[in-house]
């Protein structure tokens, strides 16, 4: 019998229902006769992965645990709390961040929803899959590249757990027609492509594994200049690298627009851009060439205005928005099938007075002066 550990969190901070099967993480499995979700993770910044459970009983706390006993619980509490970023309060975005700055945030709940922080390869390639593709495909590929090139990390459920692959091993033993055959269509290019680009960055460098070739580019880049070198993958459009950038690696204020967003925009915030607009981003990005090459200038203008409408946690505005949007969840389950659920309600009553305000210190110092250049 397992015995599961518990972190107390109110379920309008964080609902599992809501944030794992969203469009964020692919692989977490449902089990919808026990009520929990399971997958594998990288619990430090090493190659090793185990099988992490997930469940929340009750709406003040998420129970957690690992059929791997040389993991120590703690070790894992700190991850996961890392990893649902539990340091940034929602209720005190909606308070002092959000609803001053947008009048339409009064009416909305956040129902929980929140940005993950995530391995950053994972999210590169997980997101080069979501390339004009749904919820439901999109976690198909990722388990069937864990599945056929992973390693098996163990059995939970009578299910058999894969880790994610490296880009090494995606480079060495995955081929084009192998994915093409796995269903990933026109993206098994890209995947084969940007392995082997980011299999000979990190031999260049002597980088221990992906993870620290992307932690030392995230210390090392704005978002300007992260954006840029993430699009130099193949298959990696401005979307896709605002996706890793807010959820691979931590950047808050980035807003991905895709059609979902760029919807929101337009019709609830008349945001259009006008001849002016596109000129000046022209020459804001004069010197980018990636950019000038692959930017949708109308695009990135909504993810300008937005960003100078909601400030340092825009991104996780635009997670909520979303989430309203779309209406549902899509993930894996335990019985091998992929199903859709509808968004979970989550009433919350904040309080003013116990709201207390949350330290926005999480940027760096090279990231907050390029915000500053970018508003316009």
């Known amino acids: 019998m397992l015995k599961f550990h518990q972190i107390k969190v109110n379920k309008d901070e964080l609902s599992l229902t809501n944030v794992l099967q969203a469009g964020q993480a692919f692989r977490w ?23 992490v459970v997930l469940s929340q009983p009750a709406d003040d706390l998420i129970e957690f645990t690992s059929p791997d006993l040389s993991l120590d619980p703690e070790h894992l509490r700190s991850h996961l709390e890392r990893y649902f970023r539990l340091d940034v309060s929602l209720n005190n975005l909606l308070l002092n961040e959000w609803i001053p700055k947008d009048h339409r945030f009064k009416t909305i709940s956040a129902h929980g929803v929140r940005i993950l922080a995530q ?13 004009n593709n749904n919820i439901a495909r ?22 058999k757990f894969f880790s994610f ?15 093409r055959d796995l269903g990933f269509g026109y993206r098994a290019k890209y995947i084969i492509e940007t ?21 030392k580019l995230q210390s090392s880049f704005s978002y300007i200049e992260m954006r840029e070198h993430l699009m130099g993958y193949t298959g990696v459009g401005p979307k896709v690298a605002d996706c890793v950038c807010l959820m691979g690696l931590g950047m808050d204020d980035v807003v991905p627009v895709d059609v979902h967003v760029s919807r929101i925009a337009k019709r609830d915030y008349q945001i259009i851009a006008n001849n002016k607009n596109i000129s000046t981003l022209k020459k804001l990005y004069a010197d980018l060439p990636i950019t ?30 979303f989430s309203k949007e779309v209406g549902k969840v899509s993930g894996a389950t335990s019985s091998g099938e992929i199903k859709k659920r509808a968004i979970v309600q989550v009433d919350i009553d904040i309080k003013e007075e116990t709201a207390t305000r949350t330290t926005f210190d999480r940027v760096s110092n090279k990231h907050r002066k390029n915000i500053k250049r970018e508003q316009i």
């Open 195 to 215: 392995a082997k680009k980011v299999s000979k960055v990190r031999a260049d460098g002597n980088y221990e594994n992906d993870t620290a070739l992307f932690r």
């Open 29 to 51: 499995v449902f089990n919808e006769k026990e009520n929990h979700y399971t997958t594998t993770m990288k619990v430090t910044e090493s190659n090793k992965y185990f099988i």
């Open 292 to 321: 000038r090459k692959k930017i949708n200038l109308e695009l990135d203008h909504i993810r300008l205005e937005l960003y100078n409408k909601w400030g340092l946690y825009a991104g996780w505005a635009q997670g909520v928005l």
């Open 119 to 131: 391995e950053p390869w994972e999210t590169l390639i997980s997101f080069i899959c979501s390339s």
């Open 165 to 179: 692959p490296s880009s090494d091993v995606i480079a060495e033993r995955a081929t084009e027609t192998a994915l």
């Open 138 to 159: 999109i976690t198909k590929m990722c388990h069937s590249l864990c599945t056929n090139y992973g390693e098996e990390v163990g059995v939970f459920d009578g299910q």
